[in-house]
């Protein structure tokens, strides 16, 4: 497969488009973003049915962070799926299992002892972490912040807070969830500047919210994203997490860092809250740990643990073959120091942004650590007010020139392509995307 995007037919060609109406007629309605039917890929380049290849700027939604098909992790899938698939790892035992849970305690932040619950995904992560604050705490209230995005499952969706079309009908939720808004500098919810605010939008939540409507001691946890995904690759100041943490701990609160889009190697760590130098007692794994195997982990206290057979399991979680993609993804991100590779390529690409940001008003702010960074896109500058159509036309004019791109948050678009992209392909994909943002009036 060669290493460039290179459209041979302007997408979708007339085999995706065969592919598009059957999805269409037999999926349920997702969020299908672009009509680009895949057939293969490797490292940073997909190919899709009809020979056009693409530079993947999305690493299948913050997935496959070692690259697409990297040969060590195919290797150990293939071993695994030969040997053993299934074994309901949570009625029975297997080494795999074990040595998975004995990665993830070791390389995760936190001195205390730890246990793991395995799962199939983020929002399951989530939903287990819900259960444990619960479990363990006896208290039944929530913290979660505005433009949070913790899932979709009934659980995690009511601590999320991207966008309405994520909560629209499903009312009533979950109870005793309380949204507070995060640190969203660039549209801070109290017209405030950073750094002169003191970090109001953390000190709030000790002086006003648990002085005047929610009682600190029912609350069992507060959920977080060290950099916020969905809602628009919000990267907070230092200071709001260290805030965060301290009152967290005055009132004996569990803080839960979901890790499941930032974590594994993303933002130039391992683990995004590591830039913030706190140990949270849960944390919340899936997409980049398994490079496209259904899995997920909830890394815990060990001290929060159920202890109680049967208060929580599942049939998938801990599947053989999803641990053994996992463990081959944390020794490929560890020998391959993709987490520094991340860092480096990480202030290439914010370079060039903000390069363009200083030719092209469309973009209003420049946001991100490591290879995960987004801009947003305003009518206006002084008024910011989104661009929320121009986002969409930039997204097809790229797909139709050869990069793969996804939104964010509002108007936002961000840029996460595999930790092993060759520099000359996240060149080629830039200039694509600048060449659609110089198009867009």
Known sequence: MQKKAKIKITPPGPKARKIVSKDHKLIATATKTSPIAAKQAKGAIIEDVDGNTYIDFTSGVGVVNCGHCHPKIVESVQKQ???????AGTDFYYDVQND?????VNITPGKFAKKVFFTNSGTEANECAIKLAKWSTKRSRFISFIKAFHGRTMGSLTLTASKTVHRERYFPMMPGVTHIPYAYCYRCAYKMEYPDCDV??????DEVYFNSLVPPGEVAALFFEPVQGEGGYIV????????????TKKHEIIMVDDEVQAGFGRTGKMFAVEHHGIEPEILCLAKGMGSGMPIGATVFNAQYDFGVSGAHSNTYGGNLVAC?????????????KLSQRAEKLGKHVSKRLYEMKDKYPLIGD???????????LVKNIKTKQPAEKEVDKILVKSYKNGLVLLPCGTSGIRFIPPLVI???????GLDIFEKALKSVK
Do not use: Y
Request: net charge negative.
């Open 422 to 428: 060759e520099e000359s392909q996240l060149d080629q």
């Open 100 to 104: 998975l849970a004995e990665t993830l």
């Open 200 to 205: 109001w939008c953390a000190k709030i939540l």
């Open 324 to 336: 053994a993609s996992a463990l081959a993804t944390i020794e490929v991100i560890k020998k391959g």
């Open 366 to 376: 420049v946001r991100g650590i490591g290879l995960m960074q987004a801009v947003e």
């Open 236 to 247: 907070p100041p230092k200071k709001f997490i260290e805030e965060i943490r301290k009152i």
């Open 81 to 87: 799926a030969g040997e053993l698939m299934h074994f």
